[in-house]
């Protein structure tokens, strides 16, 4: 069984997919992440990055190359990406949504806790801008190429708002839900 995750920016992806992934002994991957890391290597941040790919099909591409590839290979694994609803069809597609100034909230907490200078912001509310401007390039580039809204929740067969909830709330009900479709905890012992 394959399940990709996506959501909005503050909401928790990471965080679930991680604990998903030790609960159910998947694999994960972190499409972000390679994005990151291509980033990185053009010694560019995310957002320069994310401009650039609104003009040229660059990074995008190559990662969305990447999600095809594990899933026509690998079984139980948990691919943690905006797009990945999209080139898995056959997957659990699970959507976590949020305020968006909860989002940029913890984003502001969580870059003063983890080194990632090139996406900290002096303020919650210049956070907020970037999470919005983000978003806003991930919808362009998206429909451009593929002609969907990946924040469009009709495209999700699990969507859980976490706004208000503490990660084992949230990490509970998306279990729940996941049983819905024959996806259990693996056995202790």
Known sequence: MIITISGKPGSGKSTIAKELSKILGYK???????????????????????KRDEE???????????????????DNVIIEGRTAFY????????????DLREGARRIYQHSKEKARPEESYPSVEE??????????????????????????????????DT????????????????????IKPKKQG
Request: aromatic share 14%; with cysteine; hydrophobic share 35%.
């Open 127 to 160: 956070t907020y801008n970037a999470v919005c401007e983000r978003m806003e390039s991930d919808k362009r580039r998206y429909s451009k190429y593929y002609g969907f809204d990946c924040y469009d929740t009709s495209h999700y067969d699990i969507v859980i």
């Open 163 to 182: 706004t208000n909830k503490p990660v084992e709330a949230v990490l509970k009900e998306t279990l729940e839900k996941l049983e819905r479709f024959g």
């Open 28 to 50: 994960r991957y972190y499409i972000g992440g390679m994005r990151r890391e291509i980033a990185r290597k053009l010694g560019i941040t995310l957002a320069e990055l994310n």
């Open 56 to 74: 040229e099909f660059f990074s995008d591409r190559i990662v969305d190359e990447r999600i095809v590839e594990i899933a026509k290979n690998e």
């Open 87 to 98: 080139f898995v069809p056959y997957s659990v597609k699970v959507f976590l949504d949020v």
